[in-house]
């Protein structure tokens, strides 16, 4: 980050009768937390909304049984100063301890006096006369910004999919991604989860042990992994704090943000028995680095390639799951990585449970819910409880949520054809949006890695263009529409490099029914990323058009 400024020309404290800020930011998980801190440190005026009661985003409202992060834990952190990094004790964090850290983070960082909790943003709408953009509040109010600032992240707009009879249902119902905050107690109670990608996979082994009976109701068999949580050691740890220097440069040149090893052999190259032999020492250690990211270079962009991995895993299934049937059910036939990979403990494992049923909704699809369970086309469920864990209209779903217009009145919503012509420069900037910045918006590579490494990435490269703007006097930024065309070009162009272009995932929108499909993600690698970012910055905004306060000068 360069070195600090204040707004160079002062901005008038209202605007009408609204209070005017410098930015206005809307989240207060990692990304919303970071961007508030750095504006804050520089003297801007900030404001942050927040819809829930406190701090914490993803972390605040994931609170189902068996939540955690499948990022390594030692860098699930900040990292932008040694006082703000904590590893923590297992290898992938419990929600709990995550929650905690943000908590302790928001008080380090004394963030949370600028935040409004309990308050939706439900329209942002920009107007050129004024330059300046109008946000307006659940609590009826409204506030006005120079900058305004998404941090909403990119799994927050839950999914709940409309089944004929939803309302009839008399038992309880509810979502993994807004988990009630006492204990939902499962104890004798007939429960069905719909859902088996990373929050049904982690919830389904602790449910099941709970329950009097769990019915898995599963659209999709999923490639997981054995997780293999475990406590880290700590003298693995001292080493980490003793060259926390080296670690953050380690992650910050990775492609996925972690400390992986890079790949150096194709899958041909080795013997079937020396790959087997990869494949289960990667598979004893757990977790997905191993198998999927460290064994071989082309196991993303060559079908043999992928197969072999790909059966490898589905042997493991078979070997697993004593039910010759249930197993058959639970085989994945796409190629891996084509969804995000999963990480599990005892997962496969709870299909031999005597109180688990598994119903393959391919086969047998759910007809509707009535008063008393699901009545799928071949049966009828008797059920307490349904936990739906069908994941979230992803990247686009949370900024499209609400009102978002810029220039000319035009929305986001119809900028993006509702997504369908999904064009964002990097990820964190629209044309015809100006002096927006969305962080870890679709587009990025965010999904793609450990995402607070991107976010810190993200949320300083957006500070650095504020004290940019504030340094030259510039009145609006926003990239050229060229700029955002090609961007979405370029996302388009890596995918259709890997054997996934064409994959059913949330990184398409597929897993929504009606959503159109386009390219959400940038799955070039972070490194790239980061590379393409500096060098936009450092070629005087390479890409956007940056309007000039006192004689509406343009400069390109
Ligand atoms: P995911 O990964 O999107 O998983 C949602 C699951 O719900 C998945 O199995 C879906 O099947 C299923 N689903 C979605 N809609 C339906 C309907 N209409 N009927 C039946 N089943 C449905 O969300 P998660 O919350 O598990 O994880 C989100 C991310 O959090 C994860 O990827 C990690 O990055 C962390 P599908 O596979 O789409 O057929």
Redesign the pocket.
């Known amino acids: 980050m360069k070195s600090e400024f204040h707004l160079g020309k002062q901005a008038p404290a209202s605007v009408g009768n609204a209070r005017h800020y410098d930015a206005v930011i809307v989240g207060a998980g990692f990304s919303g937390m970071y961007m508030t801190y750095l504006l804050n440190k520089a003297g801007y005026r900030v404001k942050g909304f927040e819809a829930g009661a406190d701090v914490g985003g993803?972390w605040y409202w994931?609170r189902y049984p068996g939540a955690r992060?499948?990022s390594q834990s030692f860098v699930y952190s900040y990292m932008f100063s040694k006082e703000m990094y904590r590893s923590y004790p297992l290898l992938f964090a419990e929600q709990p301890e995550i929650l905690d850290y943000l908590k302790f983070a928001a008080d380090k960082m004394d963030v949370r006096k600028s935040f409004q909790f309990d308050t939706r943003v439900e329209s942002a709408h920009y107007t050129e006369v004024d330059n300046c953009w109008t946000i307006r509040l659940s609590d009826g109010n409204s506030v006005t910004a120079t900058y305004f600032i998404t941090a909403v992240g990119?799994?927050s707009a839950a999914?709940i999919?409309?089944?004929k009879g939803l309302d009839r249902f008399a038992g309880e119902i509810y979502h993994?991604?807004q988990w009630p905050h006492k204990k939902v107690d499962f104890t004798g109670k007939r429960v069905g989860v719909?859902?088996?990608?990373?929050?049904?996979?982690?919830a389904i082994p602790v449910i099941a042990k709970e329950a009097a009976h769990l019915t898995v109701?599963?659209?999709?068999p999923?490639y997981s992994l054995p997780a293999r949580n475990r406590k880290l050691d700590p003298t693995f740890l001292k080493g980490l704090d003793a060259d926390f220097e080296g670690l953050v440069r380690a992650v910050r040149s990775n492609d996925v943000a972690m400390v992986v090893g890079t790949p150096t052999r194709r899958v041909v190259e080795d013997s079937p028995e020396e790959r087997t032999r990869v494949f289960e020492a990667a598979w004893k250690e757990g977790g997905a680095l191993k198998l999927v990211f460290e064994s071989y270079t082309d196991i993303a962009v060559d079908a043999d390639a992928n197969r072999a991995v790909a059966d490898f895993v589905r042997a493991k299934i078979r070997e697993t799951v004593e039910d010759p049937a249930k197993a058959e059910m639970l085989i994945p036939n796409y190629e891996i990585l084509a969804?995000?990979i999963?990480l599990d403990t005892d997962f496969f494992e709870t299909f031999n449970r005597s109180n688990v049923d598994l119903i393959a909704?391919r086969q047998t699809?759910?007809d509707e819910i009535v008063e008393g369970g699901i009545r799928t086309t071949e049966t009828e469920i008797d059920l307490d409880v349904i936990v739906?864990?069908?994941?979230?209209n992803?990247l686009t779903g949370p900024l499209l949520s609400f009102d978002i217009r810029g220039r000319g009145g035009i929305s986001l919503h119809d900028k993006w054809q509702g997504g369908a012509k999904l064009q964002s420069y990097l990820g964190v900037a629209n044309a015809g949006f100006p002096n927006m910045f969305t962080l870890t918006g679709p587009q990025s590579p965010a999904?793609h890695g450990n995402v607070p490494t991107l976010i810190e990435q993200h949320a300083e490269w957006v500070f650095d263009c504020i004290q940019h703007m504030t340094s030259i006097g510039a009145d609006t930024i926003e990239p050229h529409p060229e700029a955002d065309m090609e961007w979405a070009l370029q996302c388009n162009e890596v995918v259709q490099r890997t054997l996934f272009a064409d994959a059913?995932?949330?990184y398409t929108g597929?897993?929504?029914?009606g959503k159109p499909r386009a390219t959400l993600t940038y799955r070039g690698g972070i490194r790239a990323f980061r590379k393409r970012c500096d060098e936009v910055a450092a070629d005087g905004y390479h890409g956007f058009r940056i309007t000039m306060a006192a004689d509406n000068a343009v400069r390109e």
């Open positions: 993803v994931n992060c499948d990119s799994l999914n999919p409309s089944i993994t991604g719909i859902g088996t990608g990373s929050s049904g996979i982690q109701f599963m659209r999709t999923q969804k995000c999963v909704l699809p759910i739906f864990a069908t994941g979230y992803a999904v059913d995932n949330w597929a897993n929504i029914d």
